[in-house]
């Protein structure tokens, strides 16, 4: 292998001179930072004429350059695209949905923030058009995915653009069905003071009431008795019936949506990283006309999320995100057992700006949640991005 003391590199390339030690490198710059506490202009100060970046280094910048510069004009393109039209209509690829406008003031309160800080990437525009696509026909969308990667995010984010009320519920086990559905309690009559029995809908019929997005995250890990009620609900017409308040039916308002999200697709996991994950029945999953497998955003994307919503700087960014990368790939080559999602770099982004010390920050917001062979290979890529 190639060292400091060759000239050139493995294939065949041609380094730059190092003046003060002598040793070869493609890129001078943090070798004469970190070894001899000098800055690039020191350097040919002190030598003049003598190059710091080899051809090779030189064409690779310029190349990640032109990329990074398309990349941010695809972005701003997609933005421009999506929030152009009327002010009545959202567009988003062919998909056409229209904005929400008879909202009462308790409907307003379900509307999801936007956050201005929302890359929009061209893998996150393109998913926002199926979502769309489903919303504009009336289908029930499935989003599956790692753990982390801005599935619910991106509901969110489309909802607020669209001034959408949006209701949201975790399927955990321990869900009942009277919290799903309903149930009869006992209130205070406001006239007579006596106390009563009355119905209290559940989230799943106050959302079809009233025409909200109905938000159901881990939708692998439901209990059965939550899924065979919203069966009903998932075909055409979406009718629910409450047979605890006497037979009731609720029709859906024509806005009322079901999107799921998971990290499986009901098939299961063999990964062992999702724990109390159930096998769907098929029946049930042919009931989502829309269903979308989504990953990590790309490393240019990543980095641009770590930088605005943590202030990290851009090298930084970088290196964490390659990281992350690294992770994924021994992921998937059962190198590790642990993954790196895009909510955990974040963590460590707001916790390195905090502390002002990376390695600190990624024992508290990565590394100490993790085995030890798991935290030790995550210990060694830091040590080798940063020394």
């Known amino acids: 292998m190639p060292s400091p003391k060759d000239s050139h590199d493995s294939r065949g390339r041609a380094k730059v001179k190092c003046e003060v030690c002598g040793?070869?490198?493609?890129?001078?710059?943090?070798?004469?930072?970190?070894?001899?506490?000098?800055?690039?202009?020191?350097?040919?100060?002190?030598h003049p004429g003598c190059p710091t970046i080899s051809e090779a280094a030189s064409q690779a910048a310029s190349s990640a350059a032109v990329k990074k510069?398309?990349?941010?004009?695809?972005?701003?393109?997609a933005k421009e695209e999506t929030f152009s039209g009327d002010k009545d209509t959202f567009r988003i690829g062919v998909a056409r949905l229209k904005m929400r406008k008879d909202l009462s003031e308790v409907d307003k309160f379900h509307v999801p923030d936007y956050d201005p800080k929302y890359n929009l990437g061209m893998m996150e525009r393109e998913n926002w058009e199926y979502i769309a696509l489903g919303v504009q026909d009336s289908e029930n969308v499935f989003i599956s995915g790692?753990?982390?990667?801005?599935?619910?995010?991106?509901?969110?984010?489309?909802?607020?653009?669209?001034?959408?009320?949006?209701?949201?519920?975790?399927?955990?086990?321990?869900?009942?069905?009277?919290?799903?559905?309903g149930d009869k309690t006992v209130d205070v009559d406001p006239e007579s003071g006596q106390a009563v029995v009355v119905w209290k809908d559940g989230i799943l019929p106050n959302a079809m009431r009233n025409g909200h997005w109905l938000l159901l995250d881990e939708l692998d890990a439901a209990p059965a008795h939550v899924l065979f009620v919203l069966q009903s609900v998932l075909e055409k017409g979406m009718r629910l019936v409450l047979s605890n308040n006497n037979g009731e039916i609720v029709k859906a308002h024509e806005s009322f949506r079901i999107i799921a999200t998971a990290n499986t697709f009901g098939r299961g996991d063999d990964s062992g990283m999702y724990g109390g994950t159930n096998i769907l029945n098929e029946a049930f999953l042919d009931r989502f006309g829309i269903v979308i497998l989504v990953d990590y955003p790309g490393e240019l994307t990543e980095r641009d999320i770590i930088v605005e919503r943590t202030g990290l700087n851009g090298d930084d960014a970088s290196k964490m995100v390659k990281i992350a990368h690294d992770v994924r790939k021994a992921l998937e080559n059962e190198t590790v057992f642990c993954s790196f999602s895009t909510r955990r770099l974040v963590a460590w982004a707001q916790a390195s700006v905090r502390l002002g010390d990376v390695k600190r920050a990624v024992k508290i917001s990565v590394t100490n949640r993790l085995s030890a062979e798991d935290a030790t290979f995550i210990s060694g890529l830091v040590q080798r991005y940063w020394g």
């Not at 040793?23 to 002190?46: F, P, S």
């Not at 982390?148 to 955990?172: D, E, Y």
């Open 69 to 77: 510069a398309s990349h941010a004009k695809v972005v701003r393109e």
């Open 146 to 181: 790692p753990t982390g990667c801005g599935k619910s995010l991106g509901v969110l984010q489309l909802a607020a653009a669209l001034n959408q009320p949006v209701q949201r519920i975790n399927l955990h086990g321990e869900v009942r069905a009277s919290d799903f559905v």
């Open 23 to 46: 040793l070869w490198y493609h890129r001078l710059d943090v070798h004469i930072a970190k070894k001899h506490g000098m800055n690039v202009e020191q350097y040919q100060a002190t």
